[in-house]
């Protein structure tokens, strides 16, 4: 909500274009020009996937496996 007020200033009172909106906060112009395109009081929202549909979700279960701390660490030559 604090970037969306700043962008808001830039572009109403300060009078600066998009593209120098974008240089100065590092967001693209389509993200600021849709933040000034939104109603007065609304939030930006963010679309994110949940977790359980990622490409590593049938996986996780061997990924997060840690070594017991009781388990020594030893190099093993499998020939």
Request: with cysteine; glycine share 6%; net charge positive.
């Amino acid at each position: 909500m604090k970037d969306l007020g700043i962008i808001r200033r830039m572009f109403y009172r300060d009078g600066l274009s998009l593209s120098e909106i974008e240089r100065r906060t590092g967001l693209t112009r389509k993200t600021v020009r849709s933040w000034l395109n939104a109603a007065e009081g609304t939030e930006p929202k963010y679309r994110r996937r949940p977790a359980e549909d990622t490409k590593i979700s049938p996986f996780a279960a061997q990924l997060c496996w840690r070594r017991p701390r009781t388990e020594p660490r030893i190099a093993v030559c499998r020939f």
